[in-house]
Structures are given as C-alpha cells and as structure tokens.
C-alpha cells in the first residue's frame, strides 16, 4: 500500500517526532500564533511550505476542507491541546492515531510525566491508540514501557518517551503499510484517570519530608514552569533538587541551612534537608543562612 499521511502538533517534541519518520505528509497542522504563549514549546513548520496550515481550532470548518483536500488516510495526533470532534475523527479514511505517555488504560488524562514523578513510579510508557471522541479512550495499537530511574527528572523522562514513541511509530508505519491496522480495544474497567496541573500548584510545601520534595521538584522542572516558594515577597524558583539526608533535623520547615552560592542552598524540610538549585531574579531581599522560604512578613 503507498497510504497518505498527515500530521498534526504544536510543540518542539512534536516536531521532533515528524523529522525521524519516513513519511512526507500531504498536510501539517499547528496551532496559530495567537496560542504562543500558551503552549510550552511552541513551534511552527514554515520549512513545509504549502502542506503547513496554522489554524485555532483543528474542529474549524476551513480545516475540514484541507483535510479533505488532502485525501488522507490516516492523520498522525502527537501534541495537540485540543479534542477532535467526531467530523475531524471521520475524515481519514483510516483514522486519527494519538499517543498518550502512559500505559493505558491507566493514567488517562493530563500532565501523565509530572504525575508519574510525583507519584514516584519505576516505570512509565508510551501507547499509541485510535482517536474516539473520548479522552484516551480509543483502542490501543501498541505500547511501549519506559523506565523511570531515581535521578530522572521532568525533561529526562520527556526525552526517554519521544525516543520510545518515535520507535513505535517506526515500527508501526510498516505494519500499516502492509495493510495491518492493529486495535486492541481497552479495558474501561481498569482505567484511572490523572487531572490537569496549573503553574500555580507547583508551590513548595517545606512541611513534606525531603523525599516527597525531591519528587515534587524534580517532577515540575523544564521544561514546565517550576516548583517554587517565596522569600519575604519574592518569588523563588526551584529547579533542581537533591536529598542530602532524609532524616535530619537542623532547623525548621523551610529554613535555609547553609547558602552554598547566590543560587544553591541546603533547606531543611519537614523530615530531612535538600540541597536545592534556585532562580531568584530580581529579589529585592538577599536569601541569607537561617532565613526561612515560604514565609511572608
């Protein structure tokens, strides 16, 4: 079989994902400027010429009318932030492929890697499904595990999962070509769910024990927007953590024990002390030894 593709994202991994496959779209899809600063890691695909079409919803009328003028057989979904309403699901002749990382049916949903480090999990994955007009719902056509070592943080595991999807995409692509379309219907029964997660949430709580912290930090670093506290009334950015002990007692939740240089510290937290990595720019309060984070005056 020779199928026609066409490919839909807004992201750098998106993107990513496109330039190590052997397939030539007939169309590629992205969101239009105006979601710049919305999406993390916007990108376009000017290099596409005539195929790229930038749109504000892919459920547009106008985008349906490309999309049919394309002819596709199967349109390949890999970072929209949009759900494709059942008129855009019925126009690949074959249909509409997504990939969710995680192992479905479990952990539906969004932010999946930053839950996954939150919750602490060994391992993860990748799995490529048929688009429904549900959320993650459709049938699987294949998966991938990936594991989650200690010292992975929120960027480590992204690259681990774009690697894994690009291999199953390489794989699959020939299978599709062949005129197999794998689907394995999933088992609704065992599905759990994971919910959004906002800037705001990423504050720091130096009541939790370092373990938990360390988790918590390493989940929300790039290229999210960060955990963070505050000194007096500035706002402090954690970008990388270390447990330096997971049970000592020096100081108080949140107290600075030691200022290693202008943007490292040791802190004391609940049940152990972290050495953490900060962004502190334009702080009109120095950070000094035995100051406490997360306190206002």
């Not at 916007?42 to 596409?48: I, L, N, Q, V």
């Not at 200690?150 to 199953?168: G, I, Y």
């Not at 949430?201 to 955990?227: C, N």
């Not at 004391?268 to 120095?286: C, D, K």
Request: with cysteine; hydrophobic share 35%; aromatic share 8%.
């Amino acid at each position: 079989m020779s199928l026609r593709y066409g490919y839909v994202g807004s992201t750098e991994v998106s993107k990513q994902i496109l330039s190590q496959l052997n397939i030539d779209p007939e169309i590629v899809i992205s969101f239009s400027d105006a979601e710049r600063d919305r999406i993390s890691g916007f990108t376009t695909y000017s290099e596409y010429g005539d195929q790229w079409l930038q749109v504000d919803s892919i459920n547009e009328e106008r985008v349906h009318r490309r999309l049919r003028e394309a002819n596709l057989d199967i349109l390949f979904v890999m970072a929209w932030q949009e759900l494709l309403d059942t008129k855009t699901l019925n126009i690949p002749s074959i249909g509409c492929i997504g990939r969710h990382l995680s192992l479905l049916p479990k952990r539906r949903g969004r932010a999946p890697v930053a839950w996954a480090l939150i919750h602490r999990l060994d391992k993860t994955g990748v799995t490529l499904f048929w688009l429904d007009e549900g959320v993650d719902s459709g049938d699987i056509i294949d998966q991938q595990s990936v594991p989650i070592t200690f010292d992975d943080e929120a960027h480590d595991l992204h690259n681990k999962l774009t690697n894994a999807t690009v291999d199953l995409l390489n794989n699959t692509i020939p299978t599709f070509e062949s005129g197999v379309f794998p689907r394995e219907p999933q088992d609704h029964t065992e599905a759990t769910y994971t919910h959004p997660r906002r800037p705001d949430m990423g504050l720091i709580d130096w009541q939790k024990s370092a373990m938990r912290l360390y988790d918590f930090i390493r989940a929300q670093t790039h290229p999210y927007p960060g955990a963070f506290t505050y000194h007096k009334m500035d706002k402090v950015t954690v970008w990388h953590a270390s447990v330096e002990d997971s049970t000592a007692f020096r100081g108080q939740p949140g107290e600075i024990l030691k200022r290693v240089s202008e943007n490292e510290l040791y802190v004391q937290t609940g049940s152990g002390t972290l050495y953490v990595e900060i962004e502190h720019n334009n702080g009109n309060h120095p950070i000094k030894e035995g100051n406490v984070l997360g306190c206002l005056p």
